[in-house]
Structures are given as C-alpha cells and as structure tokens.
C-alpha cells in the first residue's frame, strides 16, 4: 500500500500531454488552450463612455455645484456606432451614449442624473474630474499583450474575449478518449428492474457525470461479469481509450479477478492499493498508450478516486495547468473521530451562519452510503495519523 502523494507521482510520471488540435473557438468550452492569446488590438478599441450623460471639458464644470449649476451649449450627439462629427470647444458640451466614442476635445463624461437639458443647452449640476465615467482606449489591454495563457480552461467568458478580438479558431489540447466498464455479477442496467440479490447499476452514470462536468465525454462498454472470458473482452476493447476506468473487481474478493485479467492482457500494474478512505483497493495500470484505473466498486469510493487520481491524469494529458481549489475555511459543527491509520476524506455540508461558514458531516461516512456523497456540497481532508477533530475547530473545505 503507498501513500496518496506517491500514488499520484507514479500517475503524473505514466502521463504523457497529447497532441493539439484546432477548433472553432465558439465550439471550444471547456477545453484546454494549447497556446498563448495576446491581444490583436488595444481594448478598448478607443476611449469610451461608461455612462449615459454629457461629453464636456473638465474645467469647464469646476464650479457646477458651488454655483448651483453650469449651463453649457449642446453641440452634438455620440451613439454607440455612431460618433459625433463635432470637436469639443470651450462651454459646450456633447450628449453620450454608454459605449459611445468619448468625442475630440472632452475629458471626462457627466452623469445624465446630474443634469437638466433642454433642446440646446444643458444644465450641469455635479463638478466632476478629469477621467471620470470614461475607459481610456487600451485600458484593458494593449496590442501584443498576453491575455490567456497556453493551459487555461476555456471558459464562457473567455469564449466572449476572443470573439472581442476576431479569434475564429484556437489550438487546443485533445481531450482524452475514456471508456466507463463496470463489473459484477449482481449488476443489472439502471432501466431494468433488480431480482432478488441483484442491484442497478449507478457507477457509470455517476462517473460519466463527474467526466462531463469537466468536459470530457465517456463511452459506457458495458456490466463485465466475473469470469475471466467476458470480463477479458471487455477490457481489450477498452485499451483502445486513452483512458480505461474499470468500476469493481479489484479488492481482494474471490471473484475480483480485475488484477488477474489486466495481467493476462498485458497490462502493466504500477500500483494496488492506496492509504486512503475511502478509496483504498485502487490499481493504476498501463497497457501501451491506455491509462488503466481499477476503481473500488463501490459509487461513493469510484467517485473519490476518480476526483484524487484521474482527475489529475486528465488534466496532465490535457495540458491544464494546476488550476486553484474551490476552497475556503469552515467552523466544525460536531466532533468527528476516526481510525487514523489512512487520510481520510469526508463528504460535508457548508452551510453559512451569521457571516460564518459550518460543516458537518452529510451522512455516514461509510462507503457503501450514496447519501454521503449525493447530499454533500465539500471535501476535506483528516490527515494520517489524526484520530479526531473538535467542534468549533476551522478546517479547510474543498467545493463540489
């Protein structure tokens, strides 16, 4: 048995980045960028308004409000699209929509709330600075300038950001190929009805969920029963995968012959075993350029080590760079004690309490228990050794 930290150096070192690919960059979400994005303009494109009101000369308005007012003519207007033709000169100003190219000879935008117009003049209320409600031309941004960098994750809004600069199309990382095989005697499909001893099968509908969620797709080969012939089968056709994640058959049960097949096969087994709960019976094996991961079979478990150890397989063959944990501190709601011989990782409910975050255990902890993780909103942690945790004591919490 080896130690989370070694497991997942063996995993990391097994993991190669695949080959890029070019793709519509409308089509691209969630996918891994595998180059870097600079700017092909300023941004702003030009100085902008950022308010509906009037274009004026800041010192012309000094006094607006200690005189009860500026009265200044109304020479032009500025349409988002559509600019005025006008220079600014001296007591006049222009009327500006938000967008708007803020016009020659203004420096500064006036709030509409702070006037009073009628058709040719406009009364000034508020004295306000130079700069004010205006975005000066490449303040975002200037040409040539690094926006997003090769292995971020592509996002909607980042999508937005490249349509902003005309990117029609970006180099990005393939996505891996995964193929969801699960096994068991006692398995039926989740649309059928269970006989007696029999129970539906959740694993690859909650495995496949967690790969979506991330933006990789699965392809679901099947329930493997536990003989040698079928289970064999199954497993050779999922070695084309980048990806081969088996659910069940890998503990030490007379019918978990997983181990067993993947040797016949084979594969190459880099590790059995982890010092973790839930999670602990996990085979990382390597068949040429297929990553195999014998899962526990039980959901809440499968779930677990697809998040600590082939989540960061992915990522690797993704070419992600190490993206930061949704994390924050939380106060313990109840005393927790465990065995500490293994690190731990709990399913929690964070709640918010008069401006405090809470945990508290979602369900019982044991791996069988569905209700652990279905109902849970967190992670975290009990290091090795560590046999409990107070009430009241903060700890660190890992979002869903």
């Known amino acids: 048995m080896i130690s989370v930290l070694k497991a997942k150096q063996i995993i ?34 030009f100085c902008r308004s950022t308010m509906d009101g009037f274009a004026v000369r800041s010192k012309d308005i000094v006094k607006a409000a200690l005189e009860g007012g500026v009265s200044l003519k109304i020479v032009d207007t500025s349409f988002a699209g559509f600019p005025a033709k006008k220079t600014l000169k001296e007591n006049q100003a222009i009327r500006i929509m938000t967008g708007a190219i803020v016009p ?125 012939k079928d289970l064999e089968k199954k497993i050779r056709k999922g070695l084309r995968k980048d990806i081969l994640l088996i659910s069940g058959g890998v503990s030490v049960g007379d019918r978990d012959i997983v181990q067993e097949v993947l040797k016949k096969v084979s594969a190459k087994i880099l590790f059995w075993k982890v010092a973790i709960k839930p999670g602990k019976p996990l085979i990382f094996a390597k068949k040429n350029q297929c990553h195999i991961f014998g899962l526990p079979g039980n959901t809440v478990s499968g779930m677990v080590s697809l998040k600590k150890f082939v989540m960061p397989c992915i990522s690797k063959m993704r070419g992600q760079k190490r993206e930061l944990l949704k994390t924050a501190e939380a106060i313990l709601d109840h005393n927790i004690k465990v065995e500490p011989r293994r690190q731990k990782l709990m399913r929690g409910i964070v709640s918010q309490k008069k401006n405090k975050l809470f945990v508290r255990l979602s369900a019982h902890q044991v791996s069988e228990n569905i209700m652990s993780i279905a109902k849970a909103n967190c992670f975290f942690k009990i290091e090795e050794g560590v046999a409990s945790l107070k009430k009241g004591q903060v700890i660190i919490v890992e979002y869903l």
């Open 12 to 45: 990391l070192k097994n993991t190669k980045i695949l080959l890029e690919e070019r793709k519509s960059s409308a089509e691209a979400l969630n996918c891994i960028l595998a180059e870097n994005i600079c700017a092909s303009q300023d941004w702003p494109p």
């Open 104 to 228: 020659s000879g203004a420096d500064c935008v006036v709030m509409q709330e702070d006037t009073k117009r009628d058709s040719q003049n406009v009364e000034i209320f508020r004295g306000v600075k130079r700069g004010s409600n205006l975005r000066l031309k490449g303040a975002d941004s200037k040409k040539g300038d690094l926006i997003i960098s090769k292995g971020s994750k592509i996002t909607p809004g980042i999508i937005g950001l490249f349509a902003s600069f005309g990117k029609e199309y970006v180099k990005v990382s393939k996505t891996p190929k995964v193929g969801i095989l699960v096994t068991g005697d006692e398995l039926v499909l989740s649309d059928r009805k269970p006989k007696a001893g029999q129970i539906r099968s959740a694993n690859e509908h909650a495995l496949c969920a967690q790969l979506r969620e991330i933006g990789v797709e699965s392809e679901f080969l099947g329930i493997a029963r536990d003989n040698q």
